[in-house]
């Protein structure tokens, strides 16, 4: 396997038989609590990372459109939709997963709009979009109901 490969999988993730988006989200959602517990400024970093070396990989190995084995961007949306924690707990982890899932699999107005692009961009844009759109909502809920997340 090519390292492009490799990482657009993540790991071989992306060739899980069933769901192989929801498995990769999960996985990233465990290891962005790790991050965020351990030192919430490295998830910032790994969100950065997800998507710079994402990029190159999803362009290196999607010839065309969004091969289903593709998850990371999985990662680097549930990633994102970490950021909209203030600190993480069960709830607010729980919150960011399911919001970002939703988002991402109904494809409301700019993710669909993202998801109808070409090329890598397209692939990615669209789970940074619902990563996006969930952390803002999970910040949002934050700032009304202060103790809702923990």
Known sequence: MSAARHIASVGGL???????????????????????????????????????????????????GDPGWIVIDEVAGQWVALLGLTRPSMAGLAAAFLLFRLLDIAKPGPVGWA??????????????VAGMLAAGILWALGMRFPGLFG
């Open 14 to 64: 992306g060739f899980v038989p069933k769901a192989p988006g929801t498995v990769a989200s999960a996985a990233a959602l465990i290891l962005g609590a790790g991050l965020l517990w351990l030192e919430p400024a490295l998830l910032p970093l790994a969100c950065l990372a997800a998507i710079v070396i994402g990029l190159w990989a999803v362009r290196a190995v999607a010839e065309s």
């Open 115 to 128: 998801d109808r692009q070409r090329g890598a961009a397209a692939v990615m844009g669209d789970d940074l």
